[in-house]
Every structure is written in structure tokens, then in C-alpha cells.
């Protein structure tokens, strides 16, 4: 976002005093909230003087921001502010200031890229309020993708603006498994993946803090407490297996997930997470969790060469340029009869020659691929390249 904004927002009797041009002294005047002016052209200055090329106005201005009480502060979000001043407030006293988000979030006048840092920040009140805004959700995706991936947001919340953008033609990109949520929920498609124009009814389950169980056989969500958001999202340090009372809390509450659910923490969470739900049979689950952002090329190199996945995770990693530029990945996917066979036939092209040799002997892969094997094992002893 813009970091400044024109002078001709600010009243004629006041541009002196943050006028890049001005004496110094005038603009230090301001920058030390000495100059008499109403509250919101005093945030406007000061915010205005903050990016002054003179360090010393600059500093001193920054300090009268931060130093005007919270009750103006309350006051003044609600009022036709540059986008830029509402951005700066949210950021800076937001977290601070309680209600105060919510006004920026209300304010007409705040921006669109205002609304995606919070929906990446904020709490639960806030993040309804902006996943009611549907117009900033079609005009500004990234809003949708930070509803997504914040741990706060309701499971409910995220499938009732997927499915929202969906049937409005927006696809949001920012969320690899966009697709799949969509698909979970039932929402018409082409072939070429653009939604279809007709609506569909779909009838979106309802949060519950019953037991998990209970939800599940519902159909419901399961309310997430604390403890289980940090036992499905931070890494354990801990090797796989040492806590076993922990894995046995987090086999439980993915046991009882939905569908949707499982999808949006197949992509989100951690590496016990994510290990789990690659192996679900369900195809729009395991092809969430192998597009999770946190998946490391260790896990690549395990998941590449497991012939029990679903043909379409081991699809997705044949495909990924940066995880096939490791050897082991591209030998693994050789030799695993789930990789599609151009695929196959490609990375046997990079192989070393004793590894030739063995897939050309080989029982245990594609005939295609272990003739092309044995075909180049023959090119390099006659031709010797």
C-alpha cells in the first residue's frame, strides 16, 4: 500500500506543518502535537510526518502517534481517514486497543489490502465481520485466502466464503487446495475447473461443542480447543512416536473431522498432521496434504516412494519441478508403479547406470518402464554414453 497520501487531504490552515517543503520548525511543531487541530487531522499529520526526510521530525511524529490516548484513537477510526492512517492504526495499536479493529473493519474509507492483513491476524468476532463483507471478498481474494489459513477462523466460516467465491467465479489461488474445498462442498465445476453458473443448494453443517464424535456422526464441525489448534498445528520437536499420548489425542480428533475439515488441516497442519491425512483414501484429503506449504523434502523423499498413496499425490510430486530435482525423489518415483509413466520414463532418463541396471532386472515395476531400462542399459554398453 501507498505509504503517504497528497497534502490536498489535509486542510489549507495545516499544510505548513507537514508540507515537505516547510521549515523545519513548523513541521517539528506538528510532529510534537503542539499545533492546535482537531484529533483526526492530528493522526493524519502525524501519520504524514512519519516518512519526513528529516529523521528528527520523523522520530518526534511517530512518538505523538503512539502517544494519542486510546479513547481518540476510538474516535477518530470510525471517520472518513485515509486508507493509509486506518491501515497504520490497525497494524500498530489494533492489537492493543480492544473494539478498535472492529471499527477499522466497519470504516467504509479502510482498504481492501487492509481487510487480508486482518483476516490474517484477527480474532473470531473480527473475522466474521469480515467474512460478512462479501463485496470486498469478490473484489479482493487474498481476503478469503487470510480467512483460510488463520488458526482462529470457524470451519463453518471458511466453507461458507469458499463456497460464496465459488459460485461468484473467483478462484483463490493463494489456496493450493482451493479446488478440493470446493469439491468437498459440492460445488459445481467444468471440465476446465471454472465453477458452473447454476447454483446448487448445499446445505453447510453447524459448529458444536458436543464431543467430537457426536459432531462427526452429525456431519457437524468439531470446535477446536487450544490445546488441540497446537497439537494439530506446531511441530513437535520431539521425534515421530516418542509422544504417544499425543499422537493417540490427534488420531482422535482427525478420526472425527469431516471431510472439509480434514482438508483444511491436511494443507495446514503439522508434519504428524499432514503425515496421516496423505494417506486417506479420499483423494481431495491426501491431495490437500501433499500441497501443504510446510511439507520438507525429507517427507517428499518417504512419500515418493510409497506404493499404497493415492495415484493423484504421487502425481502432484512427479509434477513438482523442485522436489524432483532430488535424486532419491526421482529414483523412488522410478520405481514406484503409482507413477504415471511419462513421468516414470522421464526420470529414467536422469538415472545412474547401476541403478539402470537394476530397474532393467527388475519384477516389481511397469513392463514399459523396465524395457526402457534394459533398452538403455544396451545404448550405454555399446555406444558408452
Given amino acids: 500500500m501507498q505509504v503517504t497520501f497528497t497534502l490536498t487531504e489535509i486542510p489549507d490552515a495545516l499544510r505548513k506543518h507537514c508540507d515537505p517543503k516547510s521549515p523545519v520548525p513548523f513541521k517539528?511543531?506538528?510532529?510534537?502535537?503542539?499545533?492546535?487541530?482537531?484529533?483526526?487531522?492530528?493522526?493524519?499529520?502525524?501519520?504524514?510526518?512519519?516518512?519526513?526526510?528529516?529523521?528528527?521530525?520523523?522520530?518526534?511524529?511517530?512518538?505523538?502517534?503512539?502517544?494519542?490516548?486510546?479513547?481518540?484513537?476510538?474516535?477518530?477510526?470510525?471517520?472518513?481517514?485515509?486508507?493509509?492512517?486506518?491501515?497504520?492504526?490497525?497494524?500498530?495499536?489494533?492489537?492493543k486497543v480492544p473494539g478498535l479493529v472492529e471499527k477499522v473493519l466497519l470504516n467504509p474509507a479502510t482498504h481492501d489490502e487492509t481487510f487480508a492483513y486482518l483476516a490474517t491476524t484477527c480474532k473470531e468476532r473480527e473475522l466474521e465481520i469480515i467474512a460478512?463483507?462479501?463485496?470486498?471478498?469478490?473484489?479482493?481474494?487474498?481476503?478469503?485466502?487470510?480467512?483460510?489459513?488463520?488458526?482462529?477462523?470457524?470451519?463453518?466460516?471458511v466453507d461458507r466464503v469458499i463456497d460464496f467465491a465459488v459460485r461468484n467465479g473467483v478462484i483463490v489461488d493463494g489456496i493450493p487446495a482451493f479446488q478440493e474445498a470446493a469439491e468437498a462442498l459440492g460445488v459445481l465445476k467444468t471440465e476446465k475447473g471454472v465453477p458452473a453458473t447454476a447454483p446448487i443448494?448445499?446445505?453447510?453443517?453447524?459448529?458444536?461443542?458436543?464431543?467430537?464424535?457426536?459432531?462427526?456422526?452429525?456431519?457437524?464441525?468439531?470446535?477446536l480447543s487450544a490445546d488441540d489448534t497446537r497439537s494439530l498445528f506446531d511441530e513437535d520437536e520431539k521425534e515421530e512416536g516418542e509422544n504417544t499420548e499425543k499422537v493417540a489425542s490427534v488420531t482422535k480428533l482427525l478420526l472425527s473431522m469431516n471431510i472439509s475439515q480434514k482438508i483444511r488441516y491436511a494443507q495446514l497442519g503439522n508434519k504428524e498432521v499432514r503425515g496421516k491425512l496423505i494417506r486417506e483414501s479420499n483423494r481431495l484429503i491426501a491431495s490437500a496434504a501433499v500441497k501443504n506449504?510446510?511439507?520438507?523434502?525429507?517427507?517428499?523423499?518417504?512419500?515418493?516412494?510409497?506404493?499404497?498413496?493415492?495415484?493423484?499425490?504421487?502425481?502432484?510430486?512427479?509434477?513438482?519441478?523442485?522436489?524432483?530435482?532430488?535424486?532419491?525423489?526421482?529414483?523412488?518415483?522410478?520405481?514406484?508403479?503409482?507413477?504415471?509413466?511419462?513421468?516414470?520414463?522421464q526420470f529414467l532418463q536422469t538415472l545412474r547406470d547401476d541403478h539402470l541396471k537394476i530397474l532393467a532386472k527388475s519384477k516389481n515395476i511397469s513392463n514399459v518402464v523396465q524395457t526402457a531400462a534394459r533398452k538403455r542399459v544396451l545404448q550405454k554398453e555399446k555406444y558408452g554414453s
Avoid at 207 to 220: F, I, K, L, N
Avoid at 301 to 322: C, M
Fill in 132 to 157: 460478512e463483507n462479501q463485496a470486498r471478498l469478490l473484489r479482493h481474494p487474498k481476503i478469503i485466502e487470510g480467512l483460510y489459513f488463520n488458526k482462529g477462523t470457524r470451519m463453518s466460516t
Fill in 28 to 95: 517539528m511543531m506538528a510532529a510534537k502535537g503542539l499545533a492546535p487541530m482537531p484529533p483526526g487531522e492530528l493522526v493524519k499529520v502525524a501519520y504524514l510526518l512519519m516518512y519526513d526526510a528529516d529523521a528528527g521530525v520523523a522520530a518526534a511524529a511517530k512518538a505523538t502517534l503512539a502517544g494519542i490516548p486510546d479513547k481518540i484513537v476510538m474516535g477518530v477510526a470510525s471517520t472518513a481517514l485515509p486508507p493509509q492512517v486506518l491501515d497504520h492504526i490497525a497494524r500498530a495499536r489494533g492489537p
Fill in 293 to 345: 506449504p510446510r511439507m520438507t523434502e525429507n517427507e517428499i523423499v518417504v512419500l515418493s516412494a510409497n506404493k499404497s498413496l493415492i495415484d493423484d499425490v504421487i502425481r502432484y510430486i512427479s509434477k513438482n519441478r523442485e522436489w524432483t530435482k532430488n535424486y532419491q525423489v526421482r529414483w523412488n518415483l522410478a520405481t514406484n508403479p503409482k507413477t504415471p509413466l511419462p513421468f516414470a520414463l
Fill in 201 to 223: 443448494e448445499v446445505a453447510l453443517p453447524v459448529e458444536t461443542e458436543a464431543p467430537a464424535e457426536v459432531a462427526a456422526a452429525s456431519g457437524g464441525y468439531i470446535r
